[in-house]
C-alpha cells in the first residue's frame, strides 16, 4: 500500500509539474476577463478589479517579475484564480462557463491554482496576493 503524501517536500515536486500545466491557462483566463468586461450584467466593482488583476498580468512591475522563473508567472496566475473565483459571488457560474474557454472545469481548474500556489509562493507573498483580491470587507 503506498504512504500518503503529506508534507510540503513531498508535495511541492507534483505541484510544479501541474503548475507548469496550469501557467499555460494564463492567456484563457485574460481572455475570460476580457469577455466579463464586455458582459453588461458584471458589476462595475468587479470589472475593475478584473482590469486591476489583467494590468498586473501584464505589467513588468510585478511581486515576482516576469523575468524570474516559474515564479515570476505564478503569482499572476495565482492573482487572475483569485479575481475569477471571487467573481463567483457576483456572476452566476453558467456565465463564467460561457465565457470560459480552457478544457477543464474552471472552478476545478480555480481550486487547484490556488491550492498549489500555497506551496510553491512564500507565504507573505501569498498573503499580499490574497489582500489585492479580496473585497474589503471579506477575510480569506
Given at each position: 500500500?503506498?504512504?500518503?503524501?503529506?508534507?510540503?517536500?513531498?508535495?511541492?515536486?507534483?505541484?510544479?509539474?501541474?503548475?507548469?500545466?496550469?501557467?499555460?491557462?494564463?492567456?484563457?483566463?485574460?481572455?475570460l476577463?476580457?469577455?466579463?468586461?464586455?458582459?453588461?450584467d458584471?458589476?462595475?466593482?468587479?470589472?475593475?478589479?478584473?482590469?486591476?488583476?489583467?494590468?498586473?498580468?501584464?505589467?513588468?512591475?510585478?511581486?515576482?517579475?516576469?523575468?524570474?522563473?516559474?515564479?515570476?508567472?505564478?503569482?499572476?496566475?495565482?492573482?487572475l484564480?483569485?479575481?475569477i473565483?471571487?467573481?463567483?459571488?457576483?456572476?452566476?457560474?453558467?456565465?463564467?462557463?460561457?465565457?470560459?474557454?480552457?478544457?477543464?472545469?474552471?472552478?476545478?481548474?480555480?481550486?487547484?491554482?490556488?491550492?498549489?500556489?500555497?506551496?510553491?509562493?512564500?507565504?507573505?507573498?501569498?498573503r499580499?496576493?490574497?489582500?489585492?483580491?479580496?473585497?474589503?470587507?471579506?477575510?480569506?
Amino acid at each position: 500500500m503506498r504512504e500518503e503524501v503529506n508534507t510540503r517536500e513531498e508535495l511541492l515536486p507534483m505541484a510544479r509539474n501541474s503548475i507548469r500545466e496550469l501557467l499555460m491557462l494564463i492567456p484563457n483566463l485574460l481572455k475570460l476577463i476580457y469577455r466579463l468586461m464586455q458582459d453588461k450584467d458584471v458589476p462595475t466593482a468587479e470589472k475593475g478589479m478584473m482590469l486591476g488583476a489583467a494590468a498586473y498580468v501584464i505589467s513588468p512591475l510585478d511581486l515576482f517579475p516576469d523575468r524570474v522563473p516559474f515564479l515570476g508567472k505564478v503569482d499572476d496566475l495565482l492573482l487572475l484564480a483569485l479575481v475569477i473565483k471571487r467573481l463567483t459571488d457576483s456572476v452566476s457560474y453558467e456565465v463564467l462557463e460561457e465565457y470560459w474557454e480552457g478544457n477543464d472545469d474552471l472552478l476545478e481548474t480555480l481550486d487547484k491554482v490556488l491550492s498549489y500556489s500555497t506551496l510553491l509562493l512564500p507565504p507573505g507573498i501569498y498573503r499580499k496576493l490574497v489582500k489585492k483580491a479580496r473585497p474589503a470587507d471579506v477575510c480569506i
